[in-house]
């Protein structure tokens, strides 16, 4: 995973308990059940000048940017549900299933 991937599953948890689709408490049940998957966090992370490239050419938020160099580099295939990511990946040949 890119290493902004932390802060995007917690902010994923923080938003749908702000809008009332999640307890804390199952927030919470949700992160621990989390902790114990093997996740792998890429490090270091990729350049800022590879990324900002990659956003400008596929239409991208950085963020999105760091899923799709780090699956480039890997040339592993993403799954993306995100359109704009799913079809830069789709473009690139690394639509996962």
Same mark, same amino acid.
Request: a positive charge.
């Given at each position: ?8 599953? /917690?902010? +994923?948890? *923080?938003?749908?308990?702000? @809008? ?11 992160? @621990? #059940? +989390? ?10 992370? &990729? ?5 900002? /490239?990659? *956003? @400008?050419? #596929? ?13 480039? @580099?890997?040339?592993?295939?993403? &799954? *993306? ?5 799913? &079809?830069? &990946? ?6 996962? /299933?």
């Amino acid at each position: 995973m890119p290493a902004v991937w932390p802060y995007e599953f /917690a902010n +994923a948890l *923080a938003v749908l308990e702000r @809008r009332k689709l999640l307890t804390a408490a199952l927030a919470d049940e949700i992160v @621990r #059940h +989390a902790a114990k998957l093997i996740v792998r966090i890429d490090a270091p992370p &990729a350049p800022a000048a590879t990324l900002l /490239a990659l *956003a @400008r050419r #596929h239409g991208l938020s950085a963020y999105d940017a760091a899923y799709l160099e780090l699956a480039q @580099r890997l040339g592993i295939p993403l &799954a *993306a549900k995100d359109s704009p990511l799913s &079809a830069a &990946a789709s473009r690139l040949g690394l639509l996962g /299933a």
